[in-house]
């Protein structure tokens, strides 16, 4: 039961600690890349009606938000899990690709960002956290 408890608890926390990663990158990456002029993307609105004015750079930072939420959010949550750690981040991974595929739905995007975004930004960055936590983890012992 407490290895329950604690494998609940590692993906509560991956999730929220993950999503919050990736709205702070969001919300912040256009101070980085400027949204193109005359879009507005602080309202899903105005962000569907100024996809098309996007070129390559401004999916740079929803990319890494994508990623690097899922990264975190799958480390996180592999240090806290008591067992099957991997398959815990991999289910973060799970969780944030089916987050990844409603938005792929909602907002109009480039084609070949949503394929890369749904391929390389949620499994491969969990799978990496896994290892990265794994490797760490080993070296502490």
């Known amino acids: 039961m407490k290895n ?4 609940i608890l590692a993906i509560v926390l991956g999730v929220v600690i993950g999503g919050y990663i990736n709205m702070q990158i969001i919300i912040h990456g256009t101070s980085i890349i400027p949204a193109p002029a005359g879009a507005d993307v602080t309202t899903t ?11 390559p750079i401004n999916y740079i930072m929803p990319f890494l938000a994508h990623a690097l939420g899922t990264f975190v959010g799958a480390f ?3 240090l806290i899990a008591a067992k099957n ?5 991999l289910t973060i991974g799970a969780i944030f690709l089916v987050g990844g595929i409603m938005s792929v739905i909602e907002l109009p995007a480039a084609i070949w960002f949503s394929v890369l975004d749904l391929v390389a930004a949620y499994f491969p960055f969990a799978f990496i956290a896994a290892k990265l936590g794994g490797f760490i983890q080993r070296n502490e012992s």
């Open 4 to 7: 329950l408890l604690r494998n």
């Open 45 to 55: 609105e105005g962000l569907k009606a100024a996809l098309h004015l996007f070129t």
């Open 85 to 89: 750690k991997m398959r815990i981040a």
């Open 76 to 78: 996180i949550a592999y």
